[in-house]
């Protein structure tokens, strides 16, 4: 193999980095990261279409979407599939399951986005993308990313309750226990210095010891 020929894959994209940028075509028309500016994006990607697992995690997406969308968040697929395969699976998932899809997905032919993303894992597949799902905030900033397998589905519920939670962080800078739902107590940074430890017990929030403190919102 000579230099020419040798296929360097870019470095894995990085936790509050600014996104893999892209440009792809979709059951939308064309879409580009810099469409979603302003707005906070779930992109997550599926193995193939026609499948039973992502069948499901299609239409639980589906279901959730107005969730999604008063958060200021969209919804974003993908596949190393053509547009003709994504539309058609589209068609049967509404005439037989009853859904619409109210998302674009991207047809990833060249697999230029799941290259890009980290998407294609080897060791669990070298010619199509694992169920990787990427949260992106509306400044561009990838923010958060899950892996599952290919053999099972991932939860729709904790990706939008890792939204919801990542907001609040941002808006109150705070942060969430286990299991946070919105309405729970969140967590008070830990004091970063001495003389804040010491008074940390006495400023009137629900604490066990001088690092582990919840307050309401």
Known sequence: MTTQDTVVNPPMPGLNRPAPDFKAPTTFGEKSLSDYKGKWLVLFSHPADFTPVCTTEFIAFANRAPEFND????????????????????KSIKDKFGVTIPFPIIADLNMRVAVAYGMIQPGASDTAAVRATFIIDDKGILRAMVYYPMSNGRSIDEILRLVKAMQTSDKHSIATPEGWQPGDKVIVPPPKTQAEAEKRLDEGYECVDWYFCKKSL
């Open 71 to 90: 958060l200021g968040c969209e919804l974003l697929g993908l596949s190393i599939d053509s547009t003709h395969s994504h539309l058609a699976w589209a």
